[in-house]
Each structure stands twice: as structure tokens, then as C-alpha cells.
């Protein structure tokens, strides 16, 4: 099992960056496929950015693209989303996931996902 830890969530206002963190207590090749998730109250949890270790081959959903990135430092063990020109619908709790190797890989099937980090908070006020 993967341990994830995220990091960096906080409270900015419209227009800013954040960047998040996610540790994990395994190597790369022990979590071929991670990606963000977001969950806002009352809303469904939503995949936000994947990305394929092994290739750094990356998918967005829509309503991010141009304005979030998803990177990782393999001798970390750390994946990132940089969140910039923040605004007041990104505002959700964000989730690290990891999973094994899929055909859908990047991707956002929760099922593929078997190690779920606790969250950290992103509030963006208008």
C-alpha cells in the first residue's frame, strides 16, 4: 500500500498560484499512474490532472487546462500540481491518488486509483 501526504493547500484570492505536494512512501515504479482529484461540498470528486510516470505523458480535465500543471521528482518521490490564475470554482479539497499501470492511464477512473492521500485544502475568494 502507498502512502501519499499532500501539502500546500491554503486560502488565496482570485488570480493567484498555489503549488501542491504529494509525497509518497514508495518509488515511481510502485505507482506507475497518479493524478489529482478535487472534491467541492456537495459536489462529486473529480479527476483533475493524471499523469503516467514512465512517459510524463499527462491529461487535464477541462476547466484546468492552460492553468494547472502536473509534474513529478522521481528522486523525491513527489508529485505536483501548480495551480496558477486560481479561481473561485477551483475551490475543493484536493486529493493525491495512485494506481497500477492501465490502458487508461493517464486517466481519470477512480477504481484504477488504490492509494488515496488525506487531502489538502484550496479555498480561492473572489
Known amino acids: 500500500q502507498v502512502q501519499l501526504v499532500e501539502s500546500g493547500g491554503a486560502s488565496v484570492k482570485a488570480g493567484g498560484s498555489l503549488r501542491l505536494s504529494c509525497a509518497a512512501s514508495v518509488p515511481t515504479y510502485s505507482r506507475p499512474c497518479m493524478a489529482w482529484f478535487r472534491q467541492a461540498p456537495g459536489k462529486e470528486r473529480e479527476g483533475v490532472a493524471a499523469?503516467?510516470?514512465?512517459?510524463?505523458?499527462?491529461r487535464y480535465t477541462d476547466s484546468v487546462k492552460d492553468r494547472f500543471t502536473i509534474s513529478q521528482d522521481n528522486a523525491k518521490n513527489t508529485l505536483y500540481l501548480q495551480m496558477n490564475s486560481l479561481k473561485p470554482e477551483d475551490t475543493a479539497m484536493y486529493y493525491c491518488?495512485?494506481?497500477?499501470?492501465?490502458?487508461?492511464?493517464?486517466?481519470?477512473?477512480?477504481?484504477?486509483?488504490?492509494?488515496w492521500g488525506q487531502g489538502t485544502q484550496v479555498t480561492v475568494s473572489s
Open positions: 491518488a495512485a494506481g497500477l499501470l492501465t490502458s487508461r492511464c493517464p486517466g481519470f477512473t477512480r477504481g484504477d486509483f488504490t492509494s
Open positions: 499523469i503516467r510516470l514512465a512517459t510524463t505523458t499527462t
